[in-house]
C-alpha cells in the first residue's frame, strides 16, 4: 500500500509519479501551478472519523465496514446539511440539480 510521504517534494518526484503510473494509481493532489487539492476528500474523512470512527468500537472489518456503510448511506448522504452545497443534504441537491 502507498503511503502519503511528509514532505511534499518526495510526493511531486518523478520517481513517485512513476511508481504511482506502474501501479495504476493517481496522485491525490495536483500539480504545481494547479490549485485544485482535495480538501473535500479530507473534510469527509476528518468528518466521517470524528462522528463515528472514535465514537464507536468495532470487532472485527465486517463490523466496521457495516458501520461505516449505515453512516454514509443512512445519515451522511442524507440529511446530513453540507457547506459545499449551500447548507442541503446531498439527497436534497441532487433533486434541485435533476
Known amino acids: 500500500m502507498l503511503r502519503r510521504p511528509i514532505e511534499p517534494k518526495q510526493y511531486l518526484s518523478a520517481s513517485y509519479q512513476h511508481l504511482l503510473d506502474a501501479h495504476g494509481a493517481l496522485c491525490s493532489i495536483s500539480r504545481p501551478g494547479n490549485c485544485l487539492d482535495n480538501a473535500v476528500a479530507e473534510s469527509f474523512f476528518h468528518t466521517l472519523k470524528t462522528e463515528l470512527v472514535y465514537q464507536q468500537f468495532c470487532r472485527t472489518r465486517e463490523e466496521a465496514r457495516r458501520a461505516i456503510f449505515e453512516y454514509v448511506e ?7 446539511l453540507h457547506s459545499t452545497l449551500d447548507y442541503r443534504s446531498p439527497e436534497e441537491y441532487e433533486r434541485s440539480v435533476a
Open 74 to 80: 443512512g445519515f451522511y448522504d442524507r440529511p446530513r
